[in-house]
């Protein structure tokens, strides 16, 4: 064998072993000298030119003493001494060479209050050896553990010194292994262990065994895994070598069991991609997916010389393996998945989908180069029992995002807050929506019964994200206080309740108008038959109508709460609008309606309700809007039912105000027909008569853009 490659097998074994276990170092460097017969000292020079060459030992070192001191260092082994003066609390490098046998003998000293930064030389090595012998500090730098911070205290004035010791390893100026290098290492390595099965001292312990099977010991089994490990050489590979060995062996010098070649192919079909993990299988996709579709133009164009297609005889060959392979490898993955293992899960999802989209991208490839009866055409199906836990996995995913997304944001101007008329997080929501959407759409399924499936619990989970997104505001805007830093602040609440509000509005707004768009329906209804898009519909009004319910009767409370503040101005109009009276002449309103032409006190109360609800207008969303004012309308009612009710009854009151209703009902389909203007302006009153009879004033007088509630 080559020197080249006796180097790179030695070095291997020395520097993968010999810092861990110098004996099975040596017992495996004995181990290569004796199966390749190399002579002894052409073996020490090659072991001791990897030592000199390919490994690197040096000490971090770091002084912990008072600024005063200087630690001065002599490290030596059994030829060369060397003195190092150290300040305290700084980091210091010393390079030690090939080898880590040193001594390091060190003492505290005060060198005139001077910070020294170099190595300082000696000039008598035996007379500084001599006095630092009679130093008390010692430390063999052989037996410190790599890689790891070892502090040593100093046995004078109590301080210590931290100590690193690290192992540089040149691996890249390590000779590399050829083809015909491994090869012929695997083949001694066999043969070697023959000759041994062959010696009479062997045999008499084989008596069962009559022919080599291929096996190696532990010696031989050793240096071939530590090599190939060292010089990366996939597991693949060597089986793949061994097999070529026992293919060509002589079976004239000792006859080869059938058995050994039966084993090294089941090892070989071990490594296939039947058995990687699915982590590795994405990635092998991947890697094998990009270089077919960028690196497919010169052997394309080498073979077009000889009339071969390459492009189809390489996907033909690939259709053929992944249509054999990947079903059963997919069936056995989702066997073996946990689903309770949120962490396995997104793992299985995340790498399952990237498959998926990988073999789209390569159909997608066959179809621009003109293939179009390709088996794994309907490798959609194979998925079939998988894309439940895509959906599985969306769920979970967005629902912890929309937990950590921030539902009101904290400004610290209040004026700057009152401008923003929406939450800081509802963006960051409506991204988490639109990603759900993105990976459907990345996806592009074409079977019906995955998009039945997956457009189902997609609507379902759009609907169970905007429903957490709105309990979460809705829980926000309730509590009036904020955290800055470590400070607790009161929140000004009504406009938190306003920008709640208009969130929990956009959110629901954003998937009610949207949720076509966002699954696609327009592609996705060429795929399905109609009583199963029909299907998808009903699911998806019924759903968000739901989902509208609940929220909005969250949206209520906050209203509820909005007029729960304002009680102490409704209550004013209410007693404008309606106060109590002791005279029978017109009693119940707040007006004189004896002459039609004293508008001033319903004005005011006009202007009053338009203040109240005025800020709700330019804060609020349409709906909320509504909503809110709703809300106020009914308080200011019961409020002035209140202040009506002490003098007659509630049915009394209640023909009345069915009397106003059918009026006003009248009167606007009167005006619909002369104006588009949507709102009217009423002026009423009642009193009674002398038979106890009621007389009621009814008197229209301009119409209003504001909608009374």
């Given amino acids: 064998m080559r020197d080249q490659a006796l180097t790179a097998i030695t070095a291997a074994i020395y520097l993968s072993h010999a810092h861990r276990d110098q004996n099975r170092a040596k017992q495996l460097l004995d181990g290569v000298q004796t199966i390749f017969e190399i002579d002894e000292t052409h073996f020490e020079e090659i072991v001791s030119g990897c030592i000199s060459k390919y490994q690197f030992y040096s000490i971090n070192l770091m002084a912990n003493l008072s600024p005063i001191h200087n630690l001065l260092l002599l490290i030596h082994d059994d030829e060369t001494c060397r003195q190092l003066a150290i300040n305290s609390a700084e980091q210091y490098q010393f390079e030690l060479g090939n080898h880590s046998k040193f001594k390091v003998k060190f003492d505290v000293v005060k060198l005139n209050g001077e910070r020294k930064s170099a190595v300082v030389r000696s000039s008598s090595f035996m007379k500084r050896l001599l006095r630092g012998d009679k130093r ?224 789209n991208q390569m159909l997608k490839f066959a179809r621009d180069n003109g293939l179009n009866s390709l088996e794994m055409e309907n490798f959609e199906c194979w998925f079939e029992s998988i894309a439940v836990f895509w959906t599985y996995s969306w769920r979970s995913i967005s629902k912890k995002m929309v937990e950590k997304t921030i539902s009101l944001a904290d400004e610290e101007d209040d004026r700057k807050e009152q401008q923003r008329p929406l939450p800081a997080g509802l963006y960051s929501f409506l991204c988490i929506q639109k990603g759900i959407s993105d990976d459907f759409a990345k996806l592009a399924l074409k079977q019906s019964s995955n998009l039945l499936m997956t457009t189902i619990a997609i609507i379902n989970i759009f609907c169970e994200n905007s429903y957490a997104y709105c309990k979460r505001v809705y829980s926000e805007a309730l509590s009036h206080r904020r955290r800055r830093g470590s400070q607790i602040l009161i929140s000004p609440q009504k406009y938190r309740i306003a920008r709640a509000m208009n969130g929990m509005e956009k959110s629901l707004k954003f998937t009610e108008e949207r949720w076509e768009n966002l699954l696609e329906l327009e592609r996705v209804k060429t795929s399905m038959r109609a009583e199963e898009l029909e299907a998808v519909k009903r699911n998806a009004e019924a759903t968000l109508r739901s989902t509208r319910e609940k929220c909005e009767s969250m949206m209520t409370i906050l209203a509820e709460k909005v007029a729960a503040r304002r009680k102490d101005e409704i209550s004013r109009i209410a007693e404008m609008v309606a106060h109590h009276r002791s005279t029978n002449r017109l009693f119940g309103v707040s007006w004189e309606m004896h002459s039609t032409k004293e508008h001033g006190k319903w004005d005011h109360a006009i202007t009053a309700v338009e203040n109240l609800v005025g800020v709700y207008h330019e804060k609020m969303e349409e709906r909320c809007c509504r909503l809110t004012c709703a809300v106020i309308g009914r308080v200011l009612e019961d409020e002035i039912c209140k202040r009506l009710k002490p003098n007659n009854t509630e049915t009394y009151y209640g023909k009345i105000y069915e009397l106003l209703l059918m009026f006003y009902e009248q009167t606007i389909e009167a005006q619909v027909k002369q104006t588009s203007t949507e709102f009217l302006r009423l002026q009423c009153a009642y009193s009674k008569t002398e038979n106890e009879n009621n007389i009621v004033y009814l008197n229209s007088t301009k119409f209003l853009k504001f909608d009374l509630v």
């Avoid at 693949?236 to 084993?263: G, H, N, Q, R, Y």
Wanted: proline fraction near 5%; hydrophobic fraction near 35%.
């Fill in 136 to 359: 008390q500090n010692s430390i063999d730098l052989s037996e410190l553990p790599l890689g790891e911070k070892t502090t040593f205290p100093l046995k004078t004035h109590g301080y210590s010194i931290d100590i690193t010791m690290d192992r540089e390893i040149r691996k890249t100026d390590v000779p590399n292994l050829e083809f015909e290098d491994v090869l012929e290492f695997i083949q001694r390595l066999h043969e070697y262990e023959c000759s041994k099965w062959k010696d009479e001292s062997m045999q008499a312990k084989r008596k069962s065994r009559l022919e080599y099977d291929g096996e190696l010991s532990d010696v031989p089994f050793a240096i071939l895994h530590t090599g190939a490990i060292f010089h990366m050489i996939p597991p693949i590979i060597v089986e793949m070598i061994t097999l070529a060995s026992f293919l060509v062996w002589d079976c004239s010098t000792a006859p080869l069991s059938p058995i050994s070649i039966s084993k090294t192919c089941n090892n070989l079909i071990r490594q296939t991609p039947e058995d990687h993990e699915l982590a590795d299988m994405c990635h092998y996709m991947l890697e094998y997916g990009a270089a077919i579709r960028n690196e497919f133009s010169m052997p394309t164009v080498f073979f077009k010389q000889y009339g071969i297609d390459y492009i189809e005889v390489s996907m033909k060959i690939m259709d053929e393996k992944i249509c054999s392979s990947f079903p059963s490898y997919l069936k056995r993955q989702l066997e073996s998945l946990d689903s309770r293992n949120d962490e396995q899960l997104d793992k299985f999802t995340k790498c399952t989908m990237k498959i998926y989209d990988i073999f």
